[in-house]
C-alpha cells in the first residue's frame, strides 16, 4: 500500500495512475523472469565446465585441481591433499559410473602395477611403430576394479616396477608378443591413467571376456599352425636341397663327434679284419672325419629315423668283400639304435661273415633284414672241363650271380663289383671268359667287364620291379698300396692322415667310365654311389698291418710285407657310404610321398 500512495502522488489524474501502475506491473513481471534466465544460465555455464574439466583434465601438474575430477587413485607428482576433491559431487550427479582401464606404456608420472590374469583375458598387442608391448584390457567390471584397488599399489612407481616387474622401459620385438597363449597370464607393467565411462551390465563384461579368450585361442592355434607351416617348408626346402646334391663332390672334414658308434660295441660285428683298434691300432684320428658335399649338409645318419624307414621291409648288399665292409658297418649303426639289441640276430645263427653265399640280420621289433649276398663279379663263376679231364675256372659274362632270384624282390638292393677284376688271372683274361661255351682265348678286361657289367643290367631291367625296389651301385673304392700291390710288399701302415690335395688322388678308374654308360641305357633307375673320389682322398683309414690279431709264421716274418691296403677299419670310411645312402632314401621317401599328394 505504500508503495501505491507514493506512485499516486507522482502522476496527475487517472491516466497517470493507470500508466504508472501497468509499468510497475511489467517491472515486476521481468524482474521474476530475469531472475529464473540467471539460474538456468549459471547452471548450463556450471554443467558445461564441470563436463569439459570431467572429460580435458589439464596435464599441468601444478593444477591438482583440474587434473582428473573424476579420478580417485593418485599420481606420482599429486599431493594427497588435492587428491578427489570433487569426485564425492560427481559420484551423486552419476551413481552409476564404472570404472575401466586401458593399459599404456609405464610413464613415470603414472601408479604402475602389474596386472593379474583377470579371469585369461588379457590379450596381447603389438604397437608397430614403437616395437613395444601394450597389454588391452577390454571389459573390467566394478568387482574386478575392486580387487585392483585392493592390490599393493603403495610406494613410488619406480620402485615398483624395478622390484616387482622388472621391466620398466623394456621392449620387446613385436615377432615375440603377436599373441598370447589361451591361459596364460600376462606379466607386463600396466598403467591405469583414469577412469573413463563404460557403461555395460556383468552379462557384456561376459561377453567380452569369452570373446577375448576366444580370439587368444584362436590367434594361438594359428600360430602353431604357421610355425608347423614354416617348419615343414624348412623340411622340404632341405630336402629339395638334397635332391639337387651332388653328394660326392666334397671334402673330408674333422668332426670330434664321429664316430657313429665305437668299435667296441660292434666286436661280435665287426670282422676281425676290420677291427683295426681290437687289433691294436693306436691311433684313432681316421674315425674323426666327416664327408662334406660342396653344395649340401649331408644328414648324420639318424639310426632310429632309418629303422623307422626300413620297417617291414628287406636291405639287401650283393657284390665283394668291399661290400661286406659296407654292410656290417650299417649292422653296427642300426643295432646300436634299436632299444632291444637281443632282438637283432643272424637268422642262421653266424658269428662270422666269411666263407658263406649269404648272411642275413633281422631286426625283430621292426620286421625287416639287412642281408649280404656274396657276389664278387656279379656274374657267374663257373668251371669247365679241359682236355686233360680236369675243371678249369671261368668266368661266365652271360649270367649274373647264382642267388639272384633270392634277392630280386628286395626293396633296397645295393651292388658292387670291381677289386675282383684287377687280379692278374681278370686282368690276363687268358682262357678265362667265358659266354655259352665258348671259351675266349684272349679278351680285354675292360671288354669282359662291360660285358658282364651289361649282362648284370638286363637281369635288373627284366626282374626288379622298379616301383617297388630302389636299385644302388656303389662305385669303387680306392687302393692305397704304396710300394707295390695287395701280394706284392704294398703298404700304407704308415698314414695317419687323409690326401689334402686333389692333385694326389688318382686316375678316375676306367672301369667306372664303362659302368656308368652301361647305367645310361638302362630302362630301370639305379642310383650310382660314386664314391670312388672321395675314398681316395682316405689313405689312412685302411687296416695296413692292423688286418688281424694272430699272424702266421710266415707274416710274423715279415708284418709289413702283408697289408691290407683296400678294405677299410671299421668305424671308418664305409659309415660314410651308409650315410649317403641314408640320405638317398630319405629323399626318394619325399619324392615318393609328393607324387602320392599329386596324384
Known sequence: MADATKYELIGV?????????????????????????????????????????????????????????FSSSTTTSTPDSYKSQLSPFFSFLFPNTTNS?????????????????????????????????QVSIPSINQTTISTIKNSTLQGNSTSLVNKEAGVKNQTFKSDEAKSVKKNQTTNATVTVPAATNVSSSNASSSSDVKGVASNNYTASLVKKQNNGKNGEREKDEYLESLIKCDFFDGVWVKDDS???????????????????????????????????PKGCSLPRLDGHRMLDLLRGKRLVFVGDSLN??????????????????????????????RGEASYSFI??????????????FLVQEWEMPDKNGTKKETLRLDLVGRSSDQYKDADIIVFNTGHWWTHDKTAKGEDYYQEGSHIYHELNVLEAF???????????????????????????????????????????????????????????????????NVLKFMKTHVTYLNITRMTDFRKDGHPSIYRKQNLSPEERKSPLRYQDCSHWCLPGVPDAWNEILYAEILTRQYQNQHQQNRG
Not at 18 to 40: E, M, P, Q
Not at 106 to 112: F, H, K, L, R, Y
Not at 263 to 291: A, E, H, M, P
Request: charged fraction near 20%; glycine fraction near 4%.
Open 13 to 69: 489524474g487517472n491516466n497517470n495512475y493507470h500508466l504508472i501502475t501497468d509499468l510497475k506491473n511489467i517491472f515486476s513481471i521481468l524482474k521474476a523472469r530475469k531472475t529464473v534466465a540467471f539460474a538456468y544460465v549459471f547452471t548450463l555455464v556450471f554443467v558445461s565446465v564441470t563436463v569439459f574439466l570431467a572429460f580435458s583434465p589439464s596435464q599441468n601438474a601444478s593444477s591438482p585441481w583440474f587434473t582428473n575430477i
Open 101 to 133: 582401464s586401458r593399459s599404456t606404456i609405464p610413464n613415470t608420472n603414472e601408479e604402475t602395477f602389474k596386472a593379474p590374469s583377470l579371469e585369461n583375458t588379457t590379450q596381447s598387442l603389438v604397437n608397430s611403430s614403437q616395437d613395444a608391448v
Open 258 to 292: 664321429y664316430p657313429l658308434y665305437e668299435s667296441s660295441s660292434c666286436t661280435d660285428l665287426i670282422d676281425q679284419q676290420f677291427n683295426c683298434i681290437r687289433n691294436g691300432r693306436v691311433d684313432k684320428n681316421y674315425q674323426k672325419y666327416k664327408w662334406k
Open 324 to 353: 661286406r665292409n659296407m654292410w656290417e658297418s650299417l649292422i653296427c649303426i642300426l643295432r646300436n639304435a634299436a632299444k632291444h639289441k637281443s632282438r637283432v640276430y643272424e637268422v642262421n645263427g653266424r658269428v662270422h661273415f
Open 363 to 376: 631286426f625283430k621289433d621292426y620286421n625287416f633284414t639287412v642281408e649280404l649276398f656274396v657276389s664278387p
Open 450 to 516: 662291360r660285358k658282364a657289367i651289361t649282362t648284370w643290367s638286363r637281369w635288373v631291367d627284366a626282374n626288379v620291379n622298379p616301383s617297388k625296389s630302389m636299385v644302388f651301385f656303389r662305385g669303387y673304392s680306392a687302393s692305397h698300396f704304396s710300394g707295390g700291390q695287395w701280394n706284392s710288399g704294398g703298404a700304407c701302415d704308415s698314414e695317419t692322415a687323409p690326401i689334402d690335395n686333389e692333385k694326389y688322388l688318382n686316375q678316375y678308374p676306367p672301369k667306372m667310365r664303362v659302368l656308368e
